[in-house]
């Protein structure tokens, strides 16, 4: 029998929720509660359409360029999207990682990043997924395997759903984020422009609940108000019913997406919501970038979760 085109299949399941996470990528492919999606899923034997539920790192969204100086020394990546001629995404999206552990609720996958051009440095990326009652909680540890610091940045992207399907379902959807920055970016290369304040961005303050319609966003927002530590993102139906991240301190930014690039039924079928260590073209502006000693290890996590149900 052969492979799934998105690797190895573990799946999880706790109380009223279920998960399937693919090896490509350590990729979250399905989550539900009970029955009822909270990510757009997609097929174990589909290559996984964009970047959904894929793991950023070593770096999160683009690199203008692909080039960028660190440790004295300027490095050249693959510009692997041509239309924004920048290197997206990192480096593991599609790395077959490495299933280490797994039972009923929990599954720890393991991949390295092995030295090459552009991004000399060895790093074993290990990825924790526990599936609860209080949701799916992703954790994500990098350790630096070279032997000088290695710059990085770290991410998910899951794309939140409501229940809704096909084009355009989120614009009936509403939106939550408490965020009082948000850095608009250059409409040709999705490249950082400037940081200003939600109360100045019109469409993407999203500090109070309100339906997405229209709104078209690919930002990443910083200035986030946080309750015992953690941050809070939601997208809910007219019912109150839909899904939510949520993160600690160790993610400062968080981008949003509303996939207006999908094509057919793909457009503006989800929400990405992907909480970072850094905001975009941090190689380049060093922005709460992480500079990871030899032999030392960073992480940050993330949980989804239902709410409203």
């Not at 060895?122 to 954790?139: K, M, N, S, T, Y």
């Not at 939510?244 to 930014?253: A, G, H, S």
Request: glycine share 10%; charged share 25%.
């Amino acid at each position: 029998m052969s492979t799934p085109r998105s690797g190895i299949q573990v799946d999880l399941s706790a109380g009223l929720y279920r998960a399937s996470i693919a090896s490509v990528g350590a990729t979250v492919r399905m989550l539900q509660h009970d029955g009822v999606d909270l990510i757009v899923p997609f097929a174990a034997d589909e290559l996984r359409p964009a970047m959904r539920g894929a793991l950023l790192a070593p770096w999160p969204n683009r690199i203008r360029d692909g080039e960028y100086a660190f440790g004295g020394d300027v490095h050249r990546l693959v510009q692997n999207e041509p239309e924004t001629r920048t290197s997206a995404h990192g480096l593991v999206a599609w790395t077959d990682f490495a299933v280490v552990e797994r039972n009923a609720d929990r599954a720890v996958l393991s991949a390295v990043v092995a030295a090459q051009p552009g991004y000399p440095w060895r790093l074993r990326i290990d990825v924790e997924f526990r599936l609860g009652v209080d949701g799916l909680a992703q954790e994500v540890t990098a350790t630096n395997e070279s032997d000088s610091p290695a710059p990085l940045g770290l991410g998910g992207h899951p794309y939140l759903t409501a229940g809704t399907q096909g084009e355009g379902a989120i614009d009936v959807l509403t939106f939550e984020l408490d965020a009082d920055r948000v850095l608009l970016v250059t409409e040709d290369r999705m490249l950082p422009d400037r940081l200003i304040a939600v109360d100045d961005a019109g469409s993407r303050d999203f500090r109070r609940p309100r339906r997405i319609r229209d709104t078209v966003l690919n930002n990443a927002f910083t200035g986030l108000s946080r309750r015992d530590g953690r941050a809070r993102a939601r997208l809910t139906d007219d019912e109150g019913r839909g899904t939510e991240v949520e993160w600690d301190e160790r993610c400062p930014w968080v981008q949003v997406y509303t996939a207006d690039h999908g094509v057919g039924d793909d457009h503006r079928i989800g929400l990405a919501v992907e909480p970072t260590t850094c905001p975009p073209d941090a190689f380049r502006s060093g922005q709460d970038l992480l500079v990871v000693p030899p032999g030392r290890a960073v992480g940050a996590g993330w949980v989804i979760r239902s709410v409203g149900r």
